[in-house]
Nanobody, 118 residues
Framework: QVQLVESGGGLVQAGSSLRLSCVASGRTFSIFSMAWFRQAPGKERDFVAA???????TTYADSVKGRFTIARDNGNTVYLQMNSLNPEDTAVYYC????????????WGQGTQVTVSS
């Protein structure tokens, strides 16, 4: 099993930056990729960015390209650097992992709130 713990959320003004962290523990050797998703009030959970656990290949949603960067350190932490935040980025942000090149992410963190004021 893998456990995930997110941190780094908060309340910021439009145009500001935040960095979210997700620390994985447990059987981390089995991780294929880690992703960030977000869910705004009354909306579905949307994909934000993902990174391959080995090799570091990244993918991004069009809405965050050029503003957000996903990266992994030399251990078990993945970061989501968020720049030029706007109120539309307000959401609960979740990290998730999957264990193979499939569609689903079966393991999720508890989420961290990001609120961007105008």
């Amino acid at each position: 099993q893998v456990q995930l713990v997110e941190s780094g959320g908060g309340l910021v003004q439009a145009g500001s930056s935040l960095r979210l962290s997700c620390v994985a523990s447990g059987r981390t050797f089995s991780i294929f990729s880690m992703a960030w998703f977000r869910q705004a009030p009354g909306k579905e959970r949307d994909f934000v960015a993902a990174i391959r656990w080995s090799g570091g290949t990244t993918t991004y949603a069009d809405s965050v390209k050029g503003r957000f960067t996903i990266a992994r350190d030399n251990g078990n932490t993945v970061y989501l650097q968020m720049n030029s935040l706007n109120p539309e980025d307000t959401a609960v942000y979740y990290c998730a992992v999957r264990f193979g090149p499939t569609v689903s992410y079966p393991t999720w963190g508890q989420g961290t709130q990001v609120t961007v004021s105008s």
